[in-house]
Nanobody
């Protein structure tokens, strides 16, 4: 069964850091683009970051540039989202999703496999 499982969410104060993980099972992530979306309460789902497959090009939405870093460990079949200098506006459920090949922007319907989400709460 093809599956993505997120972990690493939690509650932090503004300025804090979290590292989210997206572990794949049933398929090899190095042939897939991985995207991170988030959905904040009362808001639409928003694309945050994406990483292409083998070339590994990365993309970030403006609001997280310089604070978030997406990376992958093919040996662990896992993609990470390192989130630094977190802000209250980053509070959301974060989802990872994948598709073969390259990132195609943040159009959710173009991604085939989804995780269940992990909650990130940034509050003082």
């Amino acid at each position: 069964q093809l599956q993505l499982v997120e972990s690493g969410g939690g509650s932090v104060q503004p300025g804090g850091s979290l590292r989210l993980s997206c572990a794949a099972s049933g398929f090899t992530l190095d042939n897939y683009a991985i995207v991170w979306f988030r959905r904040a309460p009362g808001k639409e789902r928003e694309g945050v970051s994406c990483m292409d497959d083998s070339l590994g090009s990365t993309y970030y939405v403006n609001s997280v540039k310089g604070r978030f870093t997406i990376s992958r460990d093919n040996a662990k079949n896992t993609v990470y989202l390192q989130m630094n200098n977190l802000k209250p506006d980053d509070t959301a459920v974060y989802y990872c999703a994948s598709r073969r090949g390259y990132c195609t922007g943040y159009i959710s319907t173009l991604y085939d496999y989804w995780g269940q989400g992990t909650q990130v709460t940034v509050s003082s």
